[in-house]
T-cell receptor
Framework: DAKTTQPPSMDCAEGRAANLPCNHS???????VYWYRQIHSQGPQYIIH???NNETNEMASLIITEDRKSSTLILPHATLRDTAVYYC????????????FGQGTELSVKP | GAGVSQTPSNKVTEKGKYVELRCDPI?????LYWYRQSLGQGPEFLIY????????DSGLPNDRFFAVRPEGSVSTLKIQRTERGDSAVYLC?????????????FGAGSRLTVL
């Protein structure tokens, strides 16, 4: 599975958009980009995933560059409850589909 | 059930004891995954099951760790001769199938403390 690089921490003001970057320059054509988050003392929570196209759901938007070497998770209107560690993971389409977590980005949403 | 259920939520044991942690996946999910998370670290993959069989156990740290899923539903992670370094949160996840297109849903975890 391709490795990802994320900033260790970020701050965001409440009500503003949070844009979390992720580099995955060695991603291959059949690998998905997944985002999970983990709020303190809880299990990881699925946010969104994509293969090539940009994706949007009720939680967030995922923007994947055309060369697929990087992506951005966008939380359009961050709230205090969005404070968490956010993990960007590149996941193989086959072979079990296990998620390999890195260190993630610790997002702090401040009032 | 509606989500992945893990029991116990907390377990305190003494060094050298045997421990079992249980995972009840979402009904109908054929793939089940175990992870371990130490303080300040991301979850670390241990093993995954497709049905009753362990399809990838490459993350198990040593032979003191073993997991079973005899009927293709509930799974038990077993740790023999526990050591203080085994203290961590043990997470279980399930998905419809073991494919990159299927989302993994995680449970809340079992926190193991070895004294």
């Amino acid at each position: 599975d391709a490795k990802t690089t994320q900033p260790p921490s970020m701050d965001c003001a409440e009500g503003r958009a949070a844009n979390l970057p992720c580099n995955h320059s060695t991603i291959s054509g059949n690998e998905y980009v997944y985002w999970y988050r983990q709020i303190h003392s809880q299990g990881p929570q699925y946010i969104i995933h994509g293969l090539k196209n940009n994706e949007t759901n009720e939680m967030a938007s995922l923007i994947i560059t055309e060369d697929r070497k990087s992506s951005t998770l966008i939380l359009p209107h961050a709230t205090l409850r969005d404070t968490a560690v956010y993990y960007c993971i590149v996941r193989a389409a086959s072979g079990g589909g296990k998620l390999i977590f890195g260190q993630g980005t610790e997002l702090s949403v401040k009032p | 059930g509606a989500g992945v259920s893990q029991t116990p939520s907390n377990k305190v044991t003494e060094k050298g004891k045997y421990v079992e942690l249980r995972c009840d996946p979402i009904s109908g999910h054929t793939a089940l995954y175990w992870y371990r998370q130490s303080l300040g670290q991301g979850p670390e993959f241990l093993i995954y099951f497709q049905g009753t069989g362990a399809a990838d156990d490459s993350g198990l740290p040593n032979d003191r760790f073993f997991a079973v899923r005899p009927e293709g539903s509930v799974s038990t992670l077993k740790i023999q001769r526990t050591e203080r370094g085994d203290s961590a949160v043990y997470l279980c996840a399930s998905s419809l199938e073991p494919s990159g297109a299927n989302v993994l849903t995680f449970g809340a975890g079992s926190r193991l403390t070895v004294l």
